[in-house]
């Protein structure tokens, strides 16, 4: 069973710095790829971020394009979200999530970790 946690969520203000964490185990853990997401309150969850395990190429969505970096340790099977220059806009419980062997859909979400900024 493939088991996905996040950490290093907070409480943070306006121009500060999250990093978050999420370790993925489970004896049959094979992914192609591992992305952030997050879903504010009333919305809908919405990508963030991705990265492929193999290569390290990397994706962002429009709104944390040059504020987020995603990086990975495959050794360790963890994937950071590094937050910089954070906005009141990016409070949300932020997920993450895997993809199976050959990638296509996330078939694996953690549990969530709530990131809150203020002002």
């Known amino acids: 069973q493939v088991r996905l946690v996040e950490s290093g969520g907070g409480l943070v203000q306006v121009g500060g710095s999250l990093r978050l964490s999420c370790a993925a185990s489970?004896?049959?853990?094979?992914?192609?790829?591992m992305g952030w997401f997050r879903q504010a309150p009333g919305k809908e969850r919405e990508f963030v971020a991705a990265t492929i395990w193999s290569n390290g190429n990397t994706d962002y969505s429009d709104s944390v394009n040059g504020r987020f970096t995603i990086s990975k340790n495959n050794a360790e099977n963890t994937v950071y979200l590094q937050m910089n220059s954070l906005k009141r806009d990016d409070t949300a419980v932020y997920y993450c999530?895997?993809?199976?062997?050959?990638?296509?859909?996330?078939?694996?979400w953690g549990q969530g970790t709530q990131v809150t900024v203020s002002s």
């Open positions: 999530a895997a993809t199976g062997p050959f990638g296509g859909s996330y078939d694996y």
């Open positions: 489970g004896r049959t853990f094979s992914s192609y790829a």
